[in-house]
């Protein structure tokens, strides 16, 4: 269970101090999804580094399974716009890293390891470095980094953004798949409608300066196979845009 109540944080640049984020209330059930959609600089990515552990000065309760935020004591997976590989290190290195630092034995990880890499269909490109990968190839290995992990929390801040759509469908599909089978709890940002509906139990959409939450909506699409091609995604799609519109020209 991820919960945050009444956060606010303030950045101070110079003399001046002003709030990124405020009043900032949510909670999230294990094992499910939130989208977090919203237009650019409303604090989105404020909000993951400071569930990520990064950003620790705040004011308000943030707590995952009702612990404050400690990620040397929690596991935190946190999924950076650039994927975040490490380029002089190998795909199956890449994969483990996270691992290594929290000083896992190699034979805790390995079974669980292999699996992943035929999940997300990395079979053969373990030698590789991230250079030699296309985006989808980078992607997934920075997914199977994060679920390796079996994190608390998955962050991810607009994780499929540098793909194009038919990769985009295709990664967020793999995404779906493997979240089903490790239901680890997910934040994703992003500034794409039909992943938030697609990808997002929860959908919460954030207004600008400062940034707050002016909606929560839960989703009954998520989830529903072939949603994609259901007249009622598309409507939904459409309802949730106009209110984004109505609510970002107040
Ligand atoms: N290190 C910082 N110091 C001062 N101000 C910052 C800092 N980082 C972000 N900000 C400001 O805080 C606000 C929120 O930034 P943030 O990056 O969280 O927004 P965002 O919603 O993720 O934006 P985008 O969609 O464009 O990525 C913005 O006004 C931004 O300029």
Known sequence: MIRIQDLTMSYETGSTRYDALR??????????????????????????KILAGIITDFTGTV??????????????????????????????????????????KQDEYETDLNSLVQLLGLGGLEARYPGELSGGQQQRVALARAFLLKPDLLLMDEPFSALDAMTREEIQN?????????????ILVTHHMEEAVYLGRKIVIMAAAPGK????????????DGVRDNKDFFQLCVALRKMIKEDWSK
């Open 213 to 224: 939450i002016s909606q929560i909506v839960d989703n009954p699409l998520f989830g529903v």
């Open 174 to 186: 793999v995404f779906l798949h493997v979240w089903r089978k490790h239901s680890v709890s997910t």
């Open 23 to 48: 009043d900032i209330n949510l909670e999230l059930a294990a094992g499910e999804t939130c989208a977090i959609i919203g237009p650019s600089g409303c604090g989105k990515s404020t909000l993951l």
């Open 63 to 104: 707590a995952i399974n009702e612990q404050p935020v400690r990620p040397k004591q929690q596991i935190i997976g946190f999924i950076p716009q650039n994927y975040g590989l490490l380029p002089w290190k190998n795909v199956y290195e890449n994969i483990c890293l996270g691992f290594k630092i929290k000083h896992k």
